[in-house]
T-cell receptor
Framework: DSGVTQTPKHLITATGQRVTLRCSPRSGDLSVYWYQQSLDQGLQFLIQ???????AKGNILERFSAQQFPDLHSELNLSSLELGDSALYFC????????????FGAGTRLSVL | KNEVEQSPQNLTAQEGEFITINCSYSVGISALHWLQQHPGGGIVSLFMLSSGKKKHGRLIATINIQEKHSSLHITASHPRDSAVYICAVAPRRLAGNQFYFGTGTSLTVIP
């Protein structure tokens, strides 16, 4: 058990809908990372938060947004969903930045029908 | 152009064999991570490297910053090592908080 909790585990929805994925980091970790893993693109970095502030942004679509709350949990919001958004979404946490080991949640499998 | 290249893409080994997976990257980095993803999908971070060599049990990871190359070695491989191994780099020019990923090496260890 990594100590990182992601909910829900599975999500099935329709095109055009909006969903929210939730991540609770390991106790004491200030950084939260979000990643997308699709069959054709592999793992991609989406966004990183550190202690409530956005620190780094990757290939995150404008339809996607995230935030980290004062209790350090984070949410990834995906809107106007398209078929191509179907993927595994992982959250990871670490103490600090890229030079710290990351602990991954079990992922949320999103299916857009 | 992919900033991170892994080889081989697929690898099948007999139990007990010594395994090497390679990762080459094209950018200056602040850190390199090796990840393991099991068939069920879960990801575990194996190593973070910024220089030199690290060892954990039967796993050894090395990095050569000048040559922009890292290797992951598995000694005395076991069927439970069957997984996808992914190399990830944090580019220095991007303040070191983003990551580029390799496409992964799928390892199957046969009993």
């Amino acid at each position: 058990d990594s100590g990182v909790t992601q909910t829900p585990k599975h999500l099935i929805t329709a095109t055009g809908q909006r969903v929210t994925l939730r991540c609770s980091p390991r106790s004491g970790d200030l950084s939260v990372y979000w990643y997308q893993q699709s069959l054709d693109q592999g793992l991609q970095f989406l966004i990183q938060y550190y202690n409530g502030e956005e620190r780094a942004k990757g290939n995150i679509l404008e339809r996607f947004s995230a935030q980290q709350f004062p209790d350090l949990h984070s949410e990834l919001n995906l809107s106007s969903l398209e078929l191509g958004d179907s993927a595994l979404y992982f959250c990871a946490s670490s103490v600090g930045g890229a030079e710290n080991i990351q602990y991954f949640g079990a992922g949320t499998r999103l299916s857009v029908l | 152009k992919n900033e991170v290249e892994q080889s081989p893409q697929n690898l099948t080994a007999q139990e007990g064999e010594f395994i090497t997976i390679n990762c080459s990257y094209s950018v200056g980095i602040s850190a390199l991570h090796w990840l393991q993803q099991h068939p069920g999908g879960g990801i575990v971070s194996l190593f973070m490297l910024s220089s030199g060599k690290k060892k954990h049990g039967r796993l050894i990871a090395t990095i050569n910053i000048q040559e922009k190359h890292s290797s992951l070695h598995i000694t005395a491989s076991h069927p439970r090592d069957s997984a996808v191994y992914i190399c990830a780099v944090a580019p220095r020019r991007l303040a070191g908080n983003q990551f580029y990923f390799g496409t992964g090496t799928s390892l199957t260890v046969i009993p």
